[in-house]
Structures are given as structure tokens and as C-alpha cells.
């Protein structure tokens, strides 16, 4: 009953909420407010500070979390080794990725992955803002630059340059910064990653560098809209040359002040903290690293 109710638990913190869990495992929300309290009880602590709008986890919360993911995937591991063989893999894995890579490079190893593995279910969020790997539940995160939380556990994945491009339309409309200083006379159009505005693009390295507040006309928290509005000639845009590599070299977005390239971006999958992660997250992580070393740059 332990296993079953830390099961619940996950479902909770996955879903946000009682009623989402319980209708999501067919019970109750009576019922998974008994369980709770029953494992609450269990370790003597409370697990979720509770509201009558929000759910969120405690301290301790986020170490059982943590700590259950780890104990539960190697359950599933054991049984699957035990039932059918053990090079087969099966169960879920979360993984949260930016919009863009999201939409091609991520969608494209796991489909991939899941055509090799199919007793394996995966449950993919795009977002390019900051996400709660531990308090949203996710098994692996792909994020570029450098990570803040010292507590997550990273894998590189490589470096990536962002480049400065725009549509052969736009150019022939407005012409094309010489300097990063030109581009206080163009539309920028800029990226918002969760509460932060991408509005200072940085240029150059070492002493070279340059910082330039830019400016334009739209704003937006989805890279592949950003990106749309470029490749219709709307503005200049600042991206990951993995997101812009295919238009770039199709001609249908020119890069832009390459003389002041700054140095690269890692690109890095990052995992809760614990001793141990399943096989499966293992080897979609290493689907990952193989897809990312196979990227040729700009």
C-alpha cells in the first residue's frame, strides 16, 4: 500500500491537483485525500502546502518526489527484466524541451525511440521559460546556457551559436546592420522566456564584447512563432543555430553581423537530483547526446 500510495503522490504532483489525480487514476478526490493524509502520516511530515487555489510541494515534499521517481523507476525495471528479457524497456518518462528543438530535433528522437521501444510512453511539455524539473515531475530537461541549480544533475550536450538573421525580404526592405549598434534602427523581434525579456542581444567575446538593447514591434514566448514572424519578414531575430540551421541554409533567413559572432551556448539536458536514474531515461538520454553529436554547425 506504501509502493501504491507513493504512486499517487507522483500522479498528485504531476497533475496539480486532487481532483486531476484522482481522475486520472480513476478515484476519488475524497479517496486521494484519505491516501495522502495516510502517507503524510506515514512519514510524519506534510508533503504539499495546500490552498484553496494552489497545490505546491514542501521541502520534504521535493525530497520524496526526488527520491520516489529514483525507487519507483527501478521497480519498474526489476519487473520488466523479470517479465520480458532484460534489454527490454518500458514505462513513462516527462521530459520538457524548448518550443523550437521541441517541435524538431526532441519530436524527431522520440519518435525514434519510441518505434525501437514500445512498451515505453512518453510525455513530452514545450515550454521556453523556466520549468520545475523536480516540483513538475519532469525525468529530463533540455535547456540552453548554464544551469542556476546546483542541486539538478547535467549532461552537455554540445555548444551552439545564436545567430542574428532575417529574411531576404526584410534586408531588401531595410538593409542589413554592419555593426550590433545598427540594430537600434531595425525591429528586433524578441524572445520572453518566462519572466524574463530577451531584449539585450550580446555580441563579440573576451574584450570585444558588445551588449545592445534592442527594440521592435512584437513580442513572444515561443521560439517557433519568433521565428515564423522572421522567415515572413517582419523583423531580425536572435536564435540557436539549431533552430535556424535548415532556413539558413536554404536562404530563406541571411545571417547577420558574423564578424561579431559571440562564443557559443551549451546546450544541456539536466536531471533531478538522486543516486540512480531508470534504464529508460538512461537510454533517451543517450538517444539525445547521439542526435545533438550528429548536428554539424553553421
Avoid at 89 to 102: E, K, M
Avoid at 237 to 247: N, P
Avoid at 277 to 296: T, Y
Wanted: with cysteine; glycine share 10%; net charge positive.
Amino acid at each position: 500500500m506504501l509502493i501504491d500510495n507513493i504512486r499517487l503522490f507522483l500522479t498528485i504532483t504531476e497533475k496539480g491537483s486532487l481532483v486531476a489525480a484522482g481522475r486520472e487514476v480513476g478515484l476519488s478526490a475524497t479517496t486521494v485525500s484519505e491516501r495522502l493524509a495516510a502517507l503524510e502520516a506515514h512519514y510524519g511530515v506534510v508533503l504539499f502546502n495546500r490552498t484553496t487555489r494552489s497545490l505546491s510541494l514542501t521541502d520534504e515534499g521535493r525530497t520524496l518526489l526526488s527520491g520516489a521517481k529514483v525507487v519507483l523507476g527501478e521497480i519498474e525495471d526489476l519487473e520488466t527484466r523479470i517479465r520480458h528479457g532484460a534489454e527490454t524497456l518500458s514505462g513513462s518518462i516527462r521530459v520538457s524541451a524548448p518550443i523550437d528543438i521541441g517541435r524538431s530535433i526532441v519530436s524527431d528522437v522520440i519518435s525514434t525511440f519510441t518505434a525501437d521501444h514500445p512498451a515505453i510512453s512518453i510525455e513530452l511539455l514545450l515550454s521556453d521559460g523556466y520549468v520545475d524539473i523536480v516540483g513538475q515531475g519532469f525525468d529530463l530537461a533540455l535547456r540552453f546556457g548554464a544551469v542556476t541549480d546546483s542541486t539538478l544533475r547535467t549532461r552537455k550536450l554540445g555548444h551552439f551559436r545564436r545567430i542574428a538573421c532575417a529574411a531576404p525580404s526584410y534586408i531588401a526592405r531595410h538593409g542589413a546592420p554592419q555593426t550590433p549598434a545598427d540594430l537600434g534602427k531595425h525591429n528586433c523581434l524578441i524572445m520572453r522566456f518566462g519572466t524574463t525579456l530577451d531584449n539585450v542581444w550580446r555580441f563579440g567575446s573576451g574584450k570585444k564584447q558588445q551588449a545592445v538593447t534592442v527594440r521592435g514591434n512584437k513580442t513572444v514566448n515561443d521560439g517557433s512563432l519568433v521565428r515564423r514572424w522572421a522567415l515572413d519578414g517582419h523583423g531580425i531575430i536572435l536564435k540557436s543555430e539549431l533552430d535556424v540551421i535548415g532556413d539558413v541554409g536554404s536562404g530563406k533567413l541571411i545571417a547577420l553581423l558574423e564578424a561579431f559572432a559571440p562564443p557559443p551556448n551549451p546546450l544541456q539536458m539536466m536531471f533531478p537530483p538522486g543516486r540512480a536514474q531508470p534504464r529508460r531515461v538512461r537510454a533517451l538520454a543517450d538517444a539525445f547526446s547521439q542526435a545533438l553529436a550528429a548536428r554539424k554547425p553553421i
